[in-house]
């Protein structure tokens, strides 16, 4: 999946330069598809690669071991899509609402075995009974599907013949259909939860390219989780994993085809 999402992002570079290109020659340049900038509303589609992991702040007893961090992430390339709606609010100006899809897995490890020190119990964690961590135990492939919901405000520049640059900011409300956080199991059972419902916000910039009959923009974005994901194991759990974790959050970081 790696090496077929890079292939495909460089022929997407390739093919963008190559436009780019057309753009910029001298002869016979002409400003193209000007009416786009004037309509009040437009819309369009969007396909991206994307990059997720997790921001972990580990539990300072339970998730380090002296300066040894017990739990660490692997992120994966994927792939999204969605649906453009835009508003035109001025000349510089425009609003943006971007649904769409992203699909991602990471991995999660936890050496966390050390833990059967505190077998006995302390005032935040009771008493529980030491199980040998198998591989299986310690490794959590983390599968997520989110619903995206972007809401972004769009300040572009003025136009260079056939393109312009732009940059985005906004907010978005994710919701992640394969969270599991309605689960009864939880890691003792190989389930790992994290919240369905989440916030966060966006930036995003790129440059934006006419064409006699569609605009294509492709642009870099990053997505950063507001909220504490972290759905907290059963209570007679042992503390190898949730506990581990004090607090997690989702970043993204995309690059977009747009095409409108």
Do not use: C
Request: hydrophobic fraction near 35%; charged fraction near 20%.
């Amino acid at each position: 999946m790696n090496k077929f999402l890079l292939k495909s992002l460089v022929l997407a570079s390739l093919g963008v330069a190559t436009f780019a290109d057309a753009q910029f020659r001298t002869r016979n340049r002409m400003d193209r598809s000007e009416e786009l900038d004037q309509q009040q509303f437009s819309w369009g589609f969007y396909l991206n690669g994307n990059r997720f992991d997790y921001h972990l702040v580990l539990h300072p007893k339970y998730g380090m071991n002296l300066d040894k961090n017990l739990v660490v992430v692997t992120p994966t390339y994927s792939f999204g899509a969605g649906l453009i709606g835009k508003l035109r609010l001025n000349d510089d100006f425009d609003l943006r609402v971007e649904p769409g899809l992203q699909f991602t897995e990471r991995e999660l490890k936890f050496e966390t075995q050390s833990n059967d020190q505190y077998q006995y119990g302390n005032p935040t964690n009771p008493p529980f009974t030491p199980i040998v961590l198998k591989e299986e135990d310690k490794i959590r492939n983390v599968k997520s599907t989110y619903v995206d919901i972007p809401i972004l405000l769009e300040f572009h520049g003025n136009r260079w013949y056939n393109s312009r640059p732009y940059a985005a900011a906004g907010v978005n409300y994710i919701a992640n259909l394969q969270s599991n956080s309605d689960s009864s199991d939880d890691n003792l059972q190989q389930i790992y939860r994290s919240t369905t419902h989440n916030f966060a916000w966006s930036a995003e910039i790129g440059m934006q390219f006419y064409f006699s009959r569609f605009k294509l923009t492709p642009g870099f974005r990053g997505t950063f989780f507001m909220n504490n994901e972290k759905v907290a194991d059963n209570p007679n759990t042992p503390p190898y994993w949730a506990t581990a974790i004090s607090a997690f959050q989702t970043r993204a970081f995309m690059f977009v085809l747009k095409f409108e």
